[in-house]
């Protein structure tokens, strides 16, 4: 819990591999693609993680409506991190984004300010479909995000939609992590101190649950609170929030590595 500087000055560091041979000589990011159902934390998650970098409390207006992607400013006006967000449209029953066109994203074949429709998929035709998409265009890390305090009332058609976009990425190679949010209002053990958070029986069996419906182990599922309540920074908030964005970056990393290797 006192590691907090060390895990700002990795993540402040990092910088892709870029190989020599790489004849396109494009700048290379990690990209970072949040799914899940409607409301569960996925805009506050991108917030906190601008929060723990910016060393203030930052609150950018988010939607999941439009394909964006989000950057980090870092230091100097102008540059930024070399990793990107995406929040793609939440899963409901019925309705929400739709799978294939989350398969899509992953593969790079969307464009920023395409609007997703719930009751039809991305055409080929469609100006907001890239047809040739560069490895920065592409998926590096998918990131599931759920409520600890819903995790057991997802109904069956959103976990069935979320396990069947686990294996799209799977089959592409994409590693996944989950961000269980809210567990400040999920267990008010946790929501008194959040340094119990790995001791909490509540947490981990919501955990637990996630990893047993998705298919996600369980170190790869991460206990967060987002700054959403927060007015001024919080080193134990921003701790968590620094773990699970320092996975994702590794995670990331690999990916296109392994990839420009091939």
Known sequence: WND????????????PFKPRNDEKNEDQHIRILLHGPVGHGKSSFINSVDTALQGR????????????????TKGAHGT??????????GLEKNQGVREEDIKLAMMGHVKDGYTFN?????????????????????????????SASEVHLLDDDT?????????????????????LTKIDVACDEVDADLRKVYKSKYVKRQMEILS????????????????NTE?????????LI????????????????????T
Request: hydrophobic share 40%; proline share 5%; net charge neutral.
């Open 159 to 179: 976990v069935k939609k979320m396990r069947k976009v686990r294996l799209d990425a799977s089959d592409m190679g994409i590693p996944q992590i989950a961000i």
């Open 80 to 89: 930024f991190y070399p990793f990107v967000f995406n929040d793609i449209m």
């Open 118 to 146: 719930p009751y039809s998929t991305l055409s080929i035709d469609d100006r907001y479909y890239n047809t040739n998409p560069s490895l920065s265009d592409k998926v590096h890390v998918l990131v599931c995000v759920v």
């Open 231 to 239: 007015i001024t920074p919080n080193d134990d908030l921003e701790m």
């Open 242 to 261: 620094l773990m699970a964005l320092k996975q994702m970056i590794n995670f990331g990393e690999d990916f296109v590595n392994d990839y420009k290797c």
């Open 57 to 72: 409390v930052t609150g950018r207006a988010l939607t999941d409506t439009i394909y964006t992607t989000y950057k980090i």
């Open 4 to 15: 907090k500087a060390k895990y700002l000055e990795i993540v402040r560091c990092f910088e």
């Open 212 to 227: 047993a419906s998705l298919g996600i182990s369980l170190n790869c599922i991460f206990p967060v609170k987002n700054c």
